[in-house]
């Protein structure tokens, strides 16, 4: 048994296809697939029921690949402490962002983190929550930045700051007579969501439950950006974290205004999460030092 056999049985229950499984783990599929074989056969179980429609983990397969990637992860920490005794802020430091996190952060914090940790490599990456939590388990990400609350065993999460969340109107729209807005005065509007898998979508619905019942009126797009682009050409409106809307603030003349709710503004927490067993404190207190000094740190 080795280190490689359990990547590959872990890329392959996260596919669920022996090429994909070989293309992440860049090899050939007949290398992967023999290996997978040596591996059962050393082990007398089949990890994976094969067809042609479907490969699935068998129960005593799920199991084994559950400590594969516990396996993996604290190989991970091995090189991890080796690298610590020469500069804990000198090698690589791996930070992924949920999709509404990152475009509006990484801008700022990036430059802030070469200030604090010269050099200290910058990996980045942004993506959904769900599978920043696997390459955060998997030990491909260090550490991750998402939106509380955010539980997983073994992991530990640190608030960084508090967001409100704004409404952004086309220029001509009815509602830009009021200063402020509340939630029910949104309830007959055409408003443009995210779509699914984003968990903003789900904190917007919930600060504006009857949202759910305009389902007919509910427009989604792939991106913050892109429903931006929608509210300034007309379309409808949206509600935006303070990041992602804040260029628009302050500006008569932009391509869309921006009002605040009323009174008890909804809002997210945002937290950065990393594993219990990550050697290197020092690039976890870096990374939320250089947070600090970033213009999204609104509470």
């Keep these: 048994m080795t280190l490689t056999e359990l990547r590959y049985i872990v890329a392959l229950h996260q596919t669920q296809h022996f090429g994909k499984a070989a293309e992440k783990c860049f090899v050939s599929q007949p290398t992967l697939s023999v290996a997978i074989k040596k591996l059962e056969e050393s082990l007398d179980v089949v990890l994976f029921e094969r067809s042609r429609q479907q490969v699935r983990a068998t129960s005593i397969g799920e199991k084994i690949i559950q400590q594969a990637q516990l396996v993996l992860e604290q190989a ?53 929550t769900a599978v920043l939590r696997e390459k955060l388990r998997n030990g491909e990400l260090d550490a991750i930045i998402v939106a509380l609350p955010f539980d997983e065993p073994d992991v530990v999460t640190k608030p960084l700051y508090q967001e409100d969340f704004v409404i952004a109107l086309p220029q001509q729209h009815a509602l830009n007579r009021y200063d402020s807005l509340s939630s029910k005065q949104l309830n007959e509007e055409s408003v443009l969501l995210l779509g699914a898998g984003h968990c903003f979508r789900e904190q917007v619905l919930a600060a504006c439950p009857n949202l759910n019942k305009q389902h007919s009126g509910v427009i989604e797009g792939s ?4 429903l931006k682009y ?50 290197r404190p020092q690039a976890i207190e870096a990374l939320c030092d250089a947070i600090k000094h970033c213009h999204l740190a609104l509470h």
Excluded: C
């Design 230 to 279: 929608m509210v300034a050409s007309g379309l409808g409106i949206s509600i935006l974290p303070a990041s992602a809307a804040q260029l628009a603030e302050g500006h008569d003349d932009g391509p869309y205004t921006v009002k605040p709710f009323t009174q008890n503004s909804p809002n997210r927490k945002v937290a950065v999460a990393w594993r219990a067993s990550f050697p």
């Design 223 to 226: 991106s913050l950006e892109t």
């Design 76 to 128: 991970s920490v091995i090189a991890d402490i080796a690298s610590i005794g020469k500069d804990p802020l000198g090698s690589t430091f791996s930070v992924g962002a949920i999709f509404t996190i990152g475009p509006y952060l990484f801008p700022q914090l990036v430059p802030q983190l070469r200030k604090i940790a010269t050099h200290m490599p910058l990996f980045i990456e942004e993506n959904y």
